[in-house]
């Protein structure tokens, strides 16, 4: 079965770092481009960040510099190493596989991990 | 704010038509591939739509997706309501070099 299963959410204070991982079955990380989505409580989807290939990977602004997308393909399994972390970024964190032969679209998506920055 | 508009909320009697609207620029939507998700409550994002007007496996034809110039829209037939859920756009936005979302549209089945 085709499947994503993230972990590693919590609640961390300002300032602290959290790695979130999200382990695939059923397929390669490798083989496709991946990506982390999140929702902060009763908002919409932001794409936080995507990876196409280890030298090609996209952020976006409010995490840049932050946030660092990775994958393990011995382990077969997406990370997301998230550093001076801040309020603004509490959300579910979704990690999702894009489909190969489109543009930027994500066909499975995993159940998520509940990220809370709070002191 | 997001750089795709959709509108907040729409609604339609069962067995209806409904369509969602995403507004986006030349820079996303004008020269980009969109791509429609459903999001039940609770549950994470499903595809229903790619590369503007394909379906992937197993979402029915009642969901349909179009394409013209900066707009793009989501069609729903025959609405149930287990369709009750929120759809978000997506695609690429080739200034800022990142993959976007709309605000997303709550769909209420009357």
């Known amino acids: 079965e085709v499947q994503l299963v993230e972990s590693g959410g919590g609640l961390i204070q300002p300032g602290g770092s959290l790695r979130l991982s999200c382990a695939a079955s059923?397929?390669?990380?490798?083989?496709?481009?991946m990506s982390w989505v999140r929702q902060a409580p009763g908002k919409g989807l932001e794409c936080v960040s995507v990876?196409?290939?280890?030298?090609?990977?996209q952020y976006a602004d409010s995490v840049k510099g932050r946030f660092t997308i990775s994958r393990d393909n011995s382990k077969n399994t997406l990370y997301l190493q998230m550093n001076s972390l801040r309020a603004e970024d509490t959300a579910v964190y979704f990690c999702a596989r894009g489909v190969v032969s489109a543009h930027n679209a994500f066909d499975i998506w995993g159940q998520g991990t509940m990220v809370t920055v709070s002191s | 704010q997001s750089v795709l508009t959709q509108p907040p909320s729409v609604s339609a009697a069962p067995r209806q038509k409904v369509t969602i609207s995403c507004s986006g620029s030349s820079s996303n939507i004008g020269k980009n591939y969109v791509s429609w998700y459903q999001q039940l409550p609770g549950t994470a994002p499903k595809l229903l739509i790619y590369d503007n007007d394909n379906r992937p496996s197993g979402i029915p034809d009642r969901f349909s997706g179009s394409k013209s110039g900066t707009s793009a829209t989501l069609g729903i037939t025959g609405l149930q309501t287990g369709d009750e859920a929120d759809y978000y756009c997506e695609t690429w936005d080739s200034s800022l070099s990142v993959v976007v979302f709309g605000g997303g549209t709550k769909l209420t089945v009357l």
């Open positions: 059923g397929f390669t990380v490798s083989s496709k481009y």
């Open positions: 990876i196409y290939s280890d030298v090609n990977t």
